[in-house]
Structures are given as structure tokens and as C-alpha cells.
């Protein structure tokens, strides 16, 4: 080869390389076809909802190679089924292309539980859905601030903020439905607990306002309340009136008043 070369002049040299890089053109314009199946195509199947290795199966059968692209957590279709496929379902394209796709996860990620408490029920279900947790029962309860979220519960029992759990956990929400219309004497918290009020509160659909509490207080639960804002009546001696969805103030002292006509608002201490 390097004899053929070097005693052949510089023309027929130039000559035999352009002819060989119009054979290499010809042979390669001919291949092409073959090389990307120009004009040979297939639709894409669905593989939606199916599990990971049948899916696979399914589409390396039909001609396509597949590969698992993402994943999600979705709580409403199987560990490790489909959720998503790209090109989708009924696409033309050619044999041999890969399909991308997106799988569930076998385990739901962790999400720490949102602040949702004050906030309107049309944020607070935005916030949910933006941690993929859902919206459960809705529960409506006197309060002032009508459609505001009062409390999270997860199973019945209050959710902390901050607390770690799965996604797709379905929340319920205690929501305020504003004052009621029907008006109820106040009821007399003087010499009761703290803990008994709060009781006799929840009992009325009336919540607890502004809670004083004296500086010998050590156990607030167990502490006594001398004083209370409305009064159980007023100073003609009427009963004072509340609605539901409205709160009492209450103030606090570690010793039980004397409930008479003098010291009935005043700490047993006075």
C-alpha cells in the first residue's frame, strides 16, 4: 500500500481520494435508513397503573427499551405501579426508543406537620396539599374568626407542628363557624378550677379569652379563679348574655375566693 502510494503521481492520488470519500458518502447515505429505522414506527402502549417489571416487560416486547426516570408517592395506586410515561400512550415513534418512566415509592416520605392553626381553611388546605398531605374530616365549632383552622388532629388526638409524618396522611381540622345566633347567660367560673372552666367552656361552645394569673400560682390546671370577664351578672343584677363562638377572661390565684356578695370578684387573699 505505502509502494501504491508513493510512486503514483500527486493527481491520482488526489484522484483515488476523492473517489473513495464519494463511495464512503454513498455507502453511508444508503445506511443511514437502516441505521435509524427512518420510516419505521410504533405506538406507544400504556403502561399506566402497571407494575414496574410488567410494564418493562410490555414495552421491551413491543420494541422499545424503558427506564425508570422518577419517582413519587401517590397514595392512591400501588408501590411501584406507573404513575407517569414518557412519550405517553398512543405516541408514534420509532422502534428502539426509550420510554421514561415515572414510578410510586414503596415507602411514603416523612414531611414534618405545618402550623395551620389561625390560618383560613383555604390556606391552610394549600399548605397541605403543597406537602402532599391531604384534608380528612372537616369539624365545625363556635369561634369568632368564622373558616379559620382552631386545632389539627391526626387519628382524633392533636397534631404538634414540626412533627415528622408520612406523606399523603390525611389531617382533620377543627374549624371556626363564627358566633351562634341564640344567646346564653355566662356562666359563674368563681371557685372553680382552671381545668374544671376550661371543661364547662368547651361544654357552652364558648372558648377561653385572656387568662390572668397571679404570681403565687405555681399549678395553673389546679388554680382558682376569683375573677371573670363578662360577669355572671351585671350591676342591676342581670344575667350577663354570650353566644356561642365567644370567650371569657378569667383570672387566676393559688387560693380559693369567698363567694359572697362583697368578695365574690376579689382574691380570697384581699
Not at 379559620?148 to 382524633?156: A, H, S
Not at 371557685?191 to 400560682?217: C, Q, R, W
Not at 351578672?233 to 390565684?253: A, Q
Request: aromatic fraction near 8%; proline fraction near 6%.
Amino acid at each position: 500500500m505505502f509502494d501504491f502510494i508513493t510512486k503514483r503521481s500527486f493527481i491520482v492520488n488526489l484522484i483515488a481520494v476523492i473517489v473513495l470519500f464519494f463511495l464512503l458518502a454513498i455507502i453511508f447515505f444508503s445506511l443511514l435508513g437502516i441505521i435509524t429505522k427512518h420510516g419505521k414506527s410504533m405506538t406507544v402502549p400504556d403502561v399506566k397503573g402497571m407494575n414496574i417489571k410488567e410494564a418493562i416487560a410490555k414495552l421491551e416486547a413491543a420494541g422499545f427499551d424503558a427506564e425508570v426516570r422518577d419517582s413519587i408517592f401517590i397514595d392512591s395506586i400501588p408501590p411501584l405501579a406507573v404513575w407517569a410515561q414518557t412519550p405517553d400512550k398512543g405516541a408514534e415513534v420509532k422502534i428502539g426508543r426509550t420510554i421514561h418512566l415515572t414510578v410510586n415509592k414503596t415507602v411514603a416520605p416523612m414531611v414534618a406537620m405545618p402550623e395551620l392553626e389561625g390560618l383560613t381553611f383555604r390556606s391552610a388546605e394549600m399548605m397541605l396539599k403543597s406537602l402532599r398531605l391531604n384534608v380528612g374530616d372537616t369539624i365545625y365549632k363556635p369561634d369568632f374568626a368564622t373558616n379559620t383552622v382552631l386545632q389539627q388532629l391526626l387519628n382524633g388526638k392533636p397534631l404538634k407542628p414540626g412533627t415528622m409524618i408520612p406523606e399523603g396522611t390525611n389531617i382533620t381540622l377543627i374549624l371556626s363557624s363564627g358566633r351562634g345566633n341564640i344567646e346564653n347567660p355566662v356562666p359563674d367560673f368563681i371557685g372553680l378550677t382552671y381545668a374544671e372552666a376550661k371543661e364547662i367552656l368547651s361544654a357552652s361552645s364558648l372558648g377561653v379569652g385572656t387568662v390572668i394569673i397571679d404570681p403565687g400560682v405555681s399549678d395553673t390546671a389546679n388554680a382558682f379563679i376569683y375573677k371573670q370577664f363578662p360577669t355572671r351578672k351585671n350591676e342591676i343584677g342581670d344575667f350577663n348574655m354570650v353566644r356561642s363562638g365567644e370567650t371569657v377572661d378569667l383570672y387566676l390565684s393559688a387560693t380559693k375566693p369567698v363567694k359572697d356578695s362583697a368578695a365574690q370578684q376579689q382574691p380570697a387573699q384581699e
